[in-house]
């Protein structure tokens, strides 16, 4: 058993360092433009599954299309997607 004890420490501190396998997060958004007001609601995949972090994301995303992001709905996995995908319309993953 001690000579297993190695090889078991090795395999739990690689598998710690890989960490989860890269979760699919998404974020539901509200954003406008200006001059005539035009509102949007989309949904766009984010790196984090975090709120504040899908809106520091989103924010430059948004603005080089000329979008100013009003706030993030909510973040989700891909079981959210389908039901937003009506919703999102044109904004469906488009940023």
Do not use: I
């Not at 989309?42 to 009003?70: F, H, I, M, N, Y």
């Amino acid at each position: 058993m001690t000579r297993l004890a190695p090889f078991l420490m090795a395999f739990a501190v690689l598998f710690a360092l890989c960490g989860p396998a890269s979760a699919d997060c998404y974020a539901d958004y509200k954003a406008k433009q200006d001059n005539p007001l035009r509102l949007h609601y989309g949904v766009a995949q984010v790196s984090a599954c975090d709120k504040k972090a899908a809106a520091a994301e989103l924010r430059p995303r948004l603005e080089q299309a000329g979008w100013t992001l009003l706030n993030v709905l909510s973040v989700f996995g891909p079981e959210g997607l389908n039901e937003r995908k009506g919703s999102a319309g044109d904004y469906f993953l488009r940023f």
